[in-house]
């Protein structure tokens, strides 16, 4: 499959309905700014930010309680102050789209047909959540966390806590106690609410046991809100301190939804990075700049609008439900489906699209791989007339998965490949209705986001793979965060390599025409069937089994579309790795973290590689394992014990 390959041009009828030629032909007549192609409109609005972003404010006709007093005070990386002055409220601008009678929720599960909640249902459900978080004693700034799978509880549940000022997290309940105290404990939430279990892949999963582990973990709980998502017989009893769900709203009947105005910088919600260098990063994003940033990114990238039904197959515990939820910022109806892409089987999602009519479908490279080595056609089982675009993140999307798209779904269809991150909550590489999509190319950097590849000099680079930098501040760059109070965390996360400028930790290389293609983390992070999860939450699993002393884990890429995962175990004198201690791991893993991050092979070594500072070597062994030379791979000068690496050489053969 050849990258680069011209696979779909827009036609001038689909450019000139685009929502951003719009926002271009209101440039050039409200502003002056006359930019007639995409390359023009992102140079101007990576170089004039305060221009840009207030441009957008004003486009989008934010509705600010009290007026900001400058678009951007301070340029400065960390710290930039965006909108300062203005207070206004996330939610307030998500129910400025309602309309009674028109659906805002489209959902469905493994177990359940289609079913639809208008805006008059959510407005209502959302009124008397949040008074009953007031009278709960949640005031603003306090914590709620959720324990829920992708459903309109759980969009509800969210939207209330922003209306009230309150931050919200949340994690899906495929996670284990361990990985779930681990994100919520720090952060010290006030109100819970959990499910009493889910399912998925035709099997129901009990949670109710890991819900009072949790909630006996995090001493500042003070309500326990339990929804009976797997059980409809539960009663709350069940769960020290608890209250159902439907009890709670039915306590606050008749309740007018009020919004809290806030400061632009007033934190939405906490976002947790998957622990790759320790426990979970608690990454705090604000009100106004994730408005700002969806409203650009879901508008004028994603071209949604009020005619649009806009899906996206994600869980509660990765950014990509809070970017779905974002569609409705638009005006567009939401599509939220709990359960596995590939059950009953790799038709499911494709059938889904079909009763749904949805017109934006977001999936994973992951799932497109499933569905091209399966030799499946949806165009032939399904109608897809509906379908206008196809969106792709979590890992890099092959050229061969763009080329199945166009000869297996539909010829017509836009496909937008996406890259960005938790950090941010969005893409800094992404689509464009008016550009055309080429084979393994993500059409562009996005607006207002100075993307650049660095090489190891720090300078940038054009059709050379390199380090994804940032080199102006966005607004929905992380605020801070939780328990980092003089920065130090946040600082050396992203910007201890450049200073002053964001290293992202992908691979990228932008082509001359702007597009870009993405290489895959350069740091440690593991995505397994669209679940990020960092090596240090695996290592807590791992070696709290008492034979084993030390371990590392890599996930390898085998082909463009598949990846092994590599756990190595140094165990305690006189213990053999035999077969009941894999599946003993395994099953440690499984309960602890995540059934997805399973490793393909355990295998017993001698010693772990580490850095003179303590450091873990992934990023050399996963490079050693790929068939970079030892010499290239790590420098031996800064390792501990530099002898270790010999094994992983010797591995890489065997394996070739």
């Not at 300062?84 to 929720?105: C, V, W």
């Not at 799978?149 to 949340?170: D, E, K, M, R, T």
């Not at 196809?390 to 779904?409: H, K, M």
Request: with cysteine; hydrophobic share 40%; proline share 6%.
């Amino acid at each position: 499959m050849t990258e680069g390959k011209l696979l779909w041009q827009p036609t001038n009828e689909q450019i000139e309905k685009s929502h951003i030629r719009k926002y271009m032909n209101w440039l050039s007549t409200e502003k002056g700014i006359h930019k007639t192609d995409y390359p023009s409109l992102w140079t101007w609005s990576v170089t004039d930010l305060e221009g840009f972003w207030g441009s957008i404010w004003e486009y989008f006709r934010i509705e600010a309680k009290t007026p900001y007093e400058k678009v951007l005070a301070d340029e400065t990386m960390p710290g930039a102050k965006w909108f300062t002055g203005a207070t206004l409220n996330y939610a307030e601008h998500i129910f400025r789209n309602r309309k009674s009678d028109k659906d805002a929720i489209l959902y469905a599960t493994e177990a359940e047909p289609i079913q639809r909640m208008k805006w008059k249902e959510l407005e209502t459900s959302v009124a008397a959540f949040a008074k009953g978080l007031k009278a709960a004693g949640v005031e603003k700034g306090d914590r709620v966390v959720a324990y829920i799978p992708n459903s309109p509880y759980a969009v509800i549940a969210f939207l209330a806590c922003a209306a009230i000022g309150a931050i919200w997290s949340s994690c899906s309940p495929e996670f284990g106690t361990r990985s779930v105290v681990d994100r919520f404990k720090q952060i010290e939430p006030k109100v819970f609410i959990a499910v009493d279990g889910y399912r998925y892949n035709g099997k129901p999963f009990n949670r109710l046991e890991t819900v009072k582990e949790i909630q006996a973990s995090i001493p500042t709980l003070e309500k326990t809100i339990l929804i009976p998502y797997l059980h409809r017989e539960l009663k709350g009893d069940e769960v020290e301190r608890a209250v159902l769900w439907d009890d709670f709203l039915h306590e606050q009947q008749n309740a007018e939804l009020v919004f809290e105005p806030v400061a632009f910088d007033h934190p939405l919600w906490i976002l947790f990075s998957s622990g790759t260098t320790g426990i979970p990063k608690a990454i705090v994003q604000g009100h106004g700049g994730i408005l700002l940033e969806h409203l650009k990114a879901l508008t004028l990238h994603t071209d949604l609008g009020p005619d649009d039904r806009f899906f996206w197959y994600t869980t509660t515990g990765w950014m990509m439900w809070n970017f779905l939820v974002g569609g409705l910022l638009t005006g567009a109806e939401i599509i939220l489906y709990d359960g596995s892409p590939t059950y009953p089987d790799n038709l499911s999602l494709w059938r889904f699209a079909q009763e749904t009519k949805m017109t934006v479908f977001g999936t994973s490279a992951g799932y497109i791989t499933a569905c091209m080595k399966e030799g499946i056609v949806p165009k032939k089982h399904f109608d897809l007339s509906h379908l206008k675009a196809i969106g792709s993140t979590g890992s890099p999307l092959a050229p061969n998965g763009f080329e199945w798209i166009y000869e297996n779904v539909k010829e017509d269809i836009w496909v937008a490949s996406v890259s960005g991150g938790t950090d941010v909550c969005s893409a800094f590489v992404l689509g464009a209705p008016i550009l055309p999509v080429r084979s393994g190319h993500i059409q562009c950097r996005g607006l207002g986001a100075s993307v650049y590849s660095f090489d190891n000099q720090g300078k940038p680079q054009t059709n050379a793979i390199g380090e994804l930098v940032i080199t102006k501040p966005l607004p929905s760059m992380p605020l801070f965060f939780w328990n980092d109070p003089k920065g130090e965390r946040y600082h050396d996360s992203y910007f201890d390599t450049f200073p002053g400028i964001w290293r992202h930790g992908d691979y990228i290389k932008i082509t001359e025409e702007g597009s870009c293609v993405i290489y895959g983390r350069s740091d440690a992070t593991i995505n397994r069937g669209g679940v990020r999860m960092g090596t240090s939450e695996i290592y807590s699993a791992v070696e709290s089994v008492p034979e084993v002393k030390d371990s590392l884990v890599v996930d390898v890429p085998v082909t463009d579309e598949q990846s092994q995962m590599f756990l190595f175990v140094v165990l305690e004198n006189g213990v053999a790795l035999d077969d009941a201690m894999k599946q003993g791991i395994k099953q440690k893993i499984r309960t602890e973290c995540s059934p997805r991050h399973i490793p393909d092979h355990i295998i017993a070594v001698d010693e772990i590689p580490y850095t003179i500072n303590g450091k873990k070597l992934e990023v050399p062994v996963k490079k050693i394992l790929m068939g970079v030379d030892i010499a290239k791979a790590a420098n031996p000068g800064s390792l501990k014990n530099p002898k270790s690496l010999a094994y992983f050489t010797s591995l890489r053969e065997q394996l070739v």
